[in-house]
């Protein structure tokens, strides 16, 4: 909301307000991936999850004593089909 409000005020050049907007349409994708990850990963596991997106790399971070090879490669094989990341800038965290 805040950077929708800088991008009304005069104050700016078309550039800057162009480059504002590409900057908000890359968050709102952004965040975007993850809730529907986070979502994919929940229904297709059983187990809820945070998943943090930056750039080309990702974090899973999973509940406590919830981690084994299997589930490891569903989250892969979710993350690498629903996002441009690939499973060497993946990090999948359990929980202490």
């Not at 307000?17 to 349409?25: A, R």
Request: glycine share 2%; proline share 0%.
């Amino acid at each position: 909301e805040e950077i929708k409000n800088i991008l009304n005020k005069d104050a700016l050049d078309s550039s800057e307000k162009s480059k504002i907007s590409v900057m908000l349409s890359d968050y709102q994708d952004n965040m975007k991936a993850q809730t529907d990850v986070e979502n994919l990963i929940s229904a297709k596991t059983g187990n809820e999850c945070l998943v943090i997106i930056n750039d080309e790399n990702c974090q899973v971070i999973l509940e406590k004593n919830s981690l084994d090879d299997a589930l490891i490669l569903q989250i892969t094989e979710i993350i690498e089909k629903n996002t441009d990341i690939f499973s060497e800038n993946l990090t999948i965290i359990e929980l202490k």
